[in-house]
């Protein structure tokens, strides 16, 4: 796994009140990523979704409401989707990921669905 800076992926505050269509983590560096429900299903990296690669790519058209988050550890979420699926487990340093790669999505919202490499899972 890359080096990368504790305070980029402490969570400070995550919000995904009922009804909402956005994923937001607060980090203590004061980055809030910022996803929407539809890309963090799509980018669910769980074997099912994803097969057994070494790379994460957007899988478009699952249930994107999220029904229930639970804590795994003290570096990650899982989280329940409408349709019952829950076998994804979410690093936050993949939701720092996803943050990024949302924010910059938005910016370029032409651009082809990324790629994602395992590592940052
Ligand atoms: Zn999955």
């Avoid at 203590?28 to 963090?40: H, K, T």
């Avoid at 979420?77 to 990024?100: C, K, M, N, P, V």
């Amino acid at each position: 796994m890359r080096d990368v800076d504790p305070v980029k992926v402490t969570p400070v505050e995550v919000r995904a009140p009922v009804g909402a269509t956005v994923f937001e983590i607060t980090f203590a560096d004061g980055f809030v990523s910022r996803i929407d429900n539809e890309l963090l299903r799509g980018y669910c990296p769980c074997a099912g979704c994803q097969g057994h690669s070494g790379e994460i790519r957007f899988v478009p058209g699952g249930n994107s409401v999220i029904g229930h988050i639970e804590e795994v550890g003290s570096y990650a979420l899982q989280l329940t989707w409408g349709d019952g699926h829950a076998s994804g487990i979410y690093t936050f340093r993949y939701f720092r990921a996803l943050g990024e790669y949302a924010a910059w999505s938005r910016e370029n919202p032409d651009a082809p669905r990324q790629v994602m490499p395992r590592a940052m899972t």
